[in-house]
């Protein structure tokens, strides 16, 4: 994927996981964070937009672990949640974890995928679309909104479910899990 689409999920990845990790989701540096986090495993290509800011590291990474390599593999993932037991603190490693994960999951969306087993040969895709093709924004549009309905409340979601007639078309054997009666409210 693109840089944009990107720093899109790492933003989006944040303000999902961030009530769950006991942090605020709209914290500037926090989502700064997770944005930095979205696009720092491109650091293994020099012509990324972060690969071009990191010159010449890049280029020897790229030299010495090759593009989706290390970076992009469950060693780096390991080296994350090392880190964000043992590292700094959970406040400022929680969000670029966070961003870190929403870039692989991006890059899973690809043809080329992942090399999850690296140095292994082998790749991991859900093929979806092609970084930088017209299909990559739609497929970025529906995880963002995929994101926005997931991070409002219960009594927010079935207020907008209501408002778009959604389960009184589609019914609630079609879409059980949204269509339930609506949840009571808090006294």
């Known amino acids: 994927m693109m840089a944009g689409s990107h720093v899109a999920l790492g933003a989006a990845g944040w303000v999902i996981a961030a009530p769950h990790l006991g942090l605020p989701a709209l914290d500037p540096l926090a989502l700064g964070l ?61 969000p670029v974890l966070v961003g870190y994960l929403s870039h692989l999951f991006g890059d899973l969306l690809t043809p080329r995928g992942l090399r999850l087993a690296w140095p292994c040969k082998g790749t991991w895709a859900l093929p979806l679309c092609r970084a930088g093709s017209p299909f990559e924004p739609l497929v970025v549009a529906a995880v963002l909104a995929w994101a926005c309905f997931a991070a409002i409340g219960p009594q927010s979601r079935h207020s907008l479910l209501e408002a778009s007639r959604l389960c009184r078309w589609a019914g609630p054997d079609l879409v059980p899990a949204l269509c339930l009666p609506k949840p009571p409210t808090p006294s």
């Open 34 to 94: 997770a944005v930095a986090g979205s696009l720092l495993p491109d650091i293994d290509h020099p012509k990324s937009w972060v690969g071009q800011r990191t010159r010449p590291t890049s280029t020897i990474i790229a030299a010495l672990l090759g593009h989706r390599g290390a970076t992009h593999s469950l060693l780096a993932l390991l080296g994350c949640g090392w880190l964000l037991l043992h590292g700094a603190p959970h406040g400022f490693v929680a």
